[in-house]
């Protein structure tokens, strides 16, 4: 999983409209404590192996969460079209993997209220799961 995450970083390079709408604020599994606000965390959701007779196939779930505490939701919406023009059937280049496809599966924009540590008011929220298929070599 280590190559998929440096491929899913390496998308994701500097110039891009998605680095540039979270400030490169992109993070595997979980943000640091008080990261600046926009931000993007993946998780890998599941890996199975999805073995054929003839060729070694894995098929990966993850899911890009994107945050927010902007007073509406422009700002997410941006960063939400930033990143599915750059992930949806794109092309990952997986050291010792083919990449066979890369398709979102669902996307949902929820709400909620940070608490007075994180200094109150409300946020956003995007979760956005993407279903991985790949070759091994």
């Known amino acids: 999983m280590k190559n998929l995450s440096t491929a899913i970083y390496a998308k994701c390079a500097v110039g891009t409209a998605l680095n540039t709408s979270i400030g490169g604020r992109l993070y595997k599994a979980r943000a640091p404590q008080g990261v600046t606000w926009p931000y ?60 066979l496809s890369m398709k979102r599966e669902h996307a949902m924009l929820l709400s909620g209220e940070l608490d007075e540590k994180e200094g109150g008011g409300q946020y956003y929220q995007y979760n956005v799961d993407y279903e991985i298929l790949m070759k091994k070599n």
């Open 40 to 99: 993007a965390v993946y998780y890998l959701i599941s890996d199975m192996p999805r073995d054929t007779f003839t060729e070694r196939l894995e098929e990966v779930l993850i899911q890009f969460t994107i945050f927010s505490s902007a007073s509406g939701t422009t700002e997410i919406e941006t960063i939400f079209t930033n990143l599915t023009a750059l992930y949806d059937y794109c092309s990952l280049t997986i050291t010792g993997n083919t990449h």
